[in-house]
């Protein structure tokens, strides 16, 4: 089956500047890469995806990269701000039914 | 509201003892969703519906959960005979999928504690 590695698992930036997440997969046949932010307390929000047929997307500040042949993606925020601070998780999956997700990567923007 | 709705939004119980969560996924959303996600740790797939039927069950930990969906809307999860182990947040999720490529939206989760 798939498996997903995160990194880092904390990352601490100062506001303004900009955070990056790595995540790596297993499965070549996965398609569909979604990221989710996660505040305390509260379900996963999808903050942006990306499908196998594309290399880059970005959405405003925030923007991910897909290595198919390396088997790896990242998210990429810029100009960060403290209400960036969260958990964020990568997934994997083919057509996205079945995610498989990352360990998770606590954010913390300090002001 | 327009979102994916889980209740009971905490429960706690007796080792031993049965329980139901429930789902609510967005109207309209076909595909629903089970996820369990233990203290700081990522997201597990637990089981996938498309309608009624469960064609992936594969992440169902053991006999003493099951899940069913009617009527193609709301869905609820047992888990029979507790154990301190299924201790965690159990998350919903519902999405489209009317061709398998959809995003999954999520509820804010039912979080169960057994003693």
């Known amino acids: 089956g798939e498996n997903v590695e995160q990194h880092p698992s904390t990352l601490s930036v100062q506001e303004g500047d900009s955070a990056v997440i790595k995540c790596t997969y297993s499965d070549s046949a996965s398609n569909y890469f979604p990221w989710y932010k996660q505040e305390l307390g509260k379900g996963p929000q999808l903050i942006i995806d990306i499908r196998s047929n594309v290399g880059e997307k970005k959405d405003q500040r925030i923007a991910v990269t897909l290595n198919k042949t390396a088997k790896h993606f990242s998210l990429h925020i810029t100009e960060t701000q403290p209400e960036d601070s969260a958990v964020y998780f990568c997934?994997?999956?083919?057509?996205?039914?079945?995610?498989?997700f990352g360990s998770g990567t606590q954010l913390t923007v300090l002001p | 509201g327009a979102g994916v709705s889980q209740s009971p939004s905490n429960k706690v119980t007796e080792k031993g003892k049965d329980v139901e969560l429930r789902c609510d996924p967005i109207?309209?959303?076909?595909?629903l969703y089970w996820y369990r996600q233990s203290l700081g740790q990522g997201l597990e797939f637990l089981i996938y519906f498309q309608g009624n039927s469960a064609p992936d069950k594969s992440g169902l930990p053991s006999d003493r959960f099951s899940a069913e969906r009617t009527g193609g809307s709301v869905s609820t999860l047992t888990i029979q005979r507790t154990q301190q182990e299924d201790s965690a947040v159990y998350l919903c999720?519902?999405?489209?999928?009317?061709?398998?490529?959809?995003?999954?939206?999520f509820g804010d989760g039912t979080r169960l504690s057994i003693l």
């Open positions: 109207s309209g959303h076909t595909a």
């Open positions: 999720a519902s999405s489209l999928d009317r061709i398998g490529n959809q995003p999954q939206h």
């Open positions: 997934a994997a999956s083919r057509s996205a039914r079945q995610l498989t």
